[in-house]
């Protein structure tokens, strides 16, 4: 990640480098810390993500990771179908879940479970990706 950021031009001048997306929104955020693996689908797996879209978003130590996690999920709410009533559903409670001042992070986790395991298509499968991230890599802020 540090190599393609350069590639890019860096950090902007007072900002270092917080945060990362892999993939885009379904992949969740990865930690600075998490920085040196390899952009690779297979390896990604084992860290609980993956490239997805290849969409790579970078958050510096200017930005949240949990206002970022809400702006996926909300991402998520409207580009559901609304076929099937978990990822409807769960994407909408997700989002008001998520705008109080602390998480409900057994209530989140539920919600993800029950997203991930009856969701009918993959978006909805995805979705719980962002919120267990941020609330394994970022406690402190949820």
């Given at each position: 990640?540090?190599?393609?950021?350069?590639?890019?031009?860096?950090?902007?001048?007072?900002?270092?480098?917080?945060?990362?997306?892999?993939?885009?929104?379904?992949?969740?955020?990865?930690?600075?810390?998490?920085?040196?693996?390899?952009?690779?689908?297979?390896?990604?797996?084992?860290?609980?993500?993956?490239?997805?879209?290849?969409?790579?978003?970078?958050?510096?130590?200017?930005?949240?990771?949990?206002?970022?996690?809400?702006?996926?999920?909300?991402?998520?709410?409207?580009?559901?179908?609304?076929?099937?009533?978990?990822?409807?559903?769960?994407?909408?409670?997700?989002?008001?879940?998520?705008?109080?001042?602390?998480?409900?992070?057994?209530?989140?986790?539920?919600?993800?479970?029950?997203?991930?395991?009856?969701?009918?298509?993959?978006?909805?499968?995805?979705?719980p990706n962002?919120?267990?991230?941020?609330?394994?890599?970022f406690p402190?802020?949820?």
């Amino acid at each position: 990640m540090h190599d393609i950021i350069e590639a890019c031009g860096g950090m902007l001048d007072g900002h270092s480098f917080k945060a990362y997306q892999p993939g885009g929104p379904s992949a969740g955020l990865l930690p600075a810390s998490m920085a040196d693996i390899p952009m690779d689908f297979d390896v990604l797996q084992e860290y609980g993500t993956f490239i997805g879209s290849a969409a790579i978003v970078v958050l510096s130590d200017h930005d949240s990771a949990r206002d970022a996690a809400l702006n996926m999920l909300r991402f998520f709410e409207d580009e559901s179908c609304g076929q099937c009533t978990p990822c409807r559903v769960g994407c909408e409670k997700a989002v008001k879940l998520m705008q109080a001042d602390t998480w409900d992070q057994p209530l989140l986790e539920e919600l993800c479970t029950a997203m991930g395991d009856a969701s009918i298509c993959g978006l909805g499968q995805a979705a719980p990706n962002p919120i267990r991230m941020t609330m394994k890599h970022f406690p402190d802020e949820v």
